[in-house]
């Protein structure tokens, strides 16, 4: 197992309400990074925070925010919740080398299902 | 905009024999990583092995190897000595910049 945690591991919310995932990153882990997986699908990017900023985003709403802290775990938002946010929800955390990944190391994800 | 595809969707194999899961990339860069992770029904994801694309040697990792053909732009993962515990999910994956674009998936069961 990594050292990338993620809570809750399961969770059910309503259609309208908002939700707060989180990831405490493998220690030393400067960069964390969110992906959401639909059910038979590769992940998709959400985005990334390093150092506290946000370094990158896919192609996904603002109801999608996020936050880093300074120890480097982070939290994904999402407001007004939608069927179609129903997935696995996978925290990955990275030590960029030259701008890029050079290994990720994931956590066991948070299984959202909405309402 | 980096592409990755996995274009077999499941797979099986009979327990000790050898498997090959396919992966095509497009990017425009010269310089990157290439990965394969496992995604077991724990649903943690588990790099498998990673290939450096300035490196000419096919990368190994015990029973797990790769064929990088860099011209092609293909990276298929061979799984020699197939064990109970390798029944995945499989991907393979780009880093560009900030992401990991990840194919759609190969599903691989493997068959006592």
Not at chain 1, 79 to 98: F, H, K, M, Q, V
Not at chain 2, 19 to 33: F, I, Q
Not at chain 2, 90 to 107: D, K
Request: glycine content about 6%.
């Amino acid at each position: 197992e990594t050292g990338v945690t993620q809570s809750p591991t399961h969770l059910i919310k309503t259609r309208g309400q908002q939700v707060t995932l989180r990831c405490s990153s493998q220690s030393g882990h400067n960069t964390v990074s969110w992906y959401q997986q639909a059910l038979g699908q590769g992940p998709q990017f959400i985005f990334q925070y390093y150092r506290e900023e946000e370094n990158g985003r896919g192609n996904f709403p603002p109801r999608f925010s996020g936050l880093q802290f300074p120890n480097y775990s982070s939290e994904l938002n999402v407001n007004a919740l939608e069927l179609d946010d129903s997935a696995l929800y996978l925290c990955a955390s990275s030590i960029p080398y030259r701008g890029q990944n050079t290994e990720a190391f994931f956590g066991q994800g948070t299984r959202l299902t909405v309402v | 905009a980096q592409t990755v595809t996995q274009s077999q969707p499941e797979m099986s194999v009979q327990e000790a024999e050898t498997v090959t899961l396919s992966c095509t990339y497009d990017t425009s860069e010269s310089n990157y990583y290439l990965f394969w992770y496992k995604q077991p029904p724990s649903r943690q994801m588990i790099l498998v092995i990673r290939q450096e694309a300035y490196k000419q040697q096919n990368a190994t990792e015990n029973r797990f190897s790769v064929n990088f053909q860099k011209a092609a732009k293909s990276f298929s993962l061979k799984i020699s000595d197939s064990q109970l515990g390798d029944t995945a999910m499989y991907f393979c994956a780009f880093p560009s910049g900030s992401r990991l674009t990840f194919g759609e998936g190969t599903q691989l069961t493997v068959n006592p």
